[in-house]
């Protein structure tokens, strides 16, 4: 547990959950960033204010960079695991209808059936495959 | 006004990926990777989010309509059929194999990363395939 990071964490689930339901409050939108994103690319209606909300998710970590001083992060290589694993996170999610935040946070939250059964069966089947690969 | 909402809540999203380090693969997989080091932090990410999320979503939606919109726009769906089922199953393979879910790569496309750009180009890819080829 020596990397346990509860105050970062608490933080930034609560901006996310706010930022979730504001949405939902504001707009009466589920806050999806999968659905969201894919729509935005695939969809004619509703263009404009995904198209926002993805402007939104692309500007967090400026946000942040500029308020917290010594913010920065890592991202992967490049490799065939990218590659296989962005594959199969989009067409999960398409045929999923969701994500972490779609189902993990805001159908959690409403006690949509579908959004648990969803949640933890990628939970467990994220945990299976991190932990045999690692 | 719906698109500074929009832009708004993105950015409040966004910003807390990026603070609680969830933008950070290594931090999710250390989540997920059950073992002795294993980094309980992302329940409690999770967890934050849920009761903020969760509370004001009961308290809110007895309400006729939001504030700046006609109606809510709440899925329909109740059944837990086969694209639901198989397509988590998939969508946590890819997360548990790299550390990203759709959230966190897209807020790091500013890295300019190839790895990053690399998985969001797959992952739209995989969002063509998937309204393609429903199953």
């Given at each position: ?35 969201i ?12 204010w995904r198209?926002a909300f993805i402007a939104g998710i ?77 | ?5 929009a832009f708004?809540a993105g ?125």
């Amino acid at each position: 547990m020596e990397h346990f990071t509860p105050f970062t964490a608490l933080v930034g689930g609560s901006l996310i959950g706010l930022g979730a339901l504001l949405l939902f409050i504001f707009s009466g939108r589920i806050a999806g960033i999968s659905g969201i994103a894919s729509s935005a690319l695939f969809s004619q209606e509703g263009r404009s204010w995904r198209l926002a909300f993805i402007a939104g998710i692309i500007a967090g970590p400026l946000l942040v960079g500029a308020i917290v001083s010594d913010f920065s992060y890592s991202t992967p290589q490049l490799s065939w695991q990218v590659i296989v694993a962005g594959l199969l996170v989009g067409i999960g999610t398409g045929w999923g209808s969701g994500c972490t935040s779609g189902h993990g946070i805001c159908g959690v939250s409403r006690l949509s059936p579908r959004s648990i059964t969803a949640t933890v069966l990628f939970m467990l089947s994220g945990m299976l495959i991190a932990t045999l690969l690692r | 006004m719906p698109i500074i909402i929009a832009f708004v809540a993105g950015l409040l999203m966004s910003a807390g990926i990026a603070y609680s380090q969830m933008i950070v693969p290594e931090k999710v997989l250390g989540f997920l990777t059950l073992n002795a080091n294993w980094d309980p932090s992302l329940i409690l990410v999770m967890a934050s989010a849920l009761a903020v999320y969760s509370t004001g979503y009961w308290l809110f939606a007895k309400k006729d309509k939001p504030l700046f919109a006609g109606q809510f726009h709440l899925p329909g769906k109740k059944e837990l059929d086969k694209p639901l089922l198989l397509g988590s199953l998939l969508f946590g393979a890819g997360w548990g194999l790299v550390g990203y879910c759709p959230g966190p790569a897209l807020a790091a496309i500013s890295s300019g990363s190839s790895g990053t750009l690399a998985f969001i180009a797959c992952m739209l890819l995989g969002w063509f395939i998937s309204r393609k080829l429903p199953i």
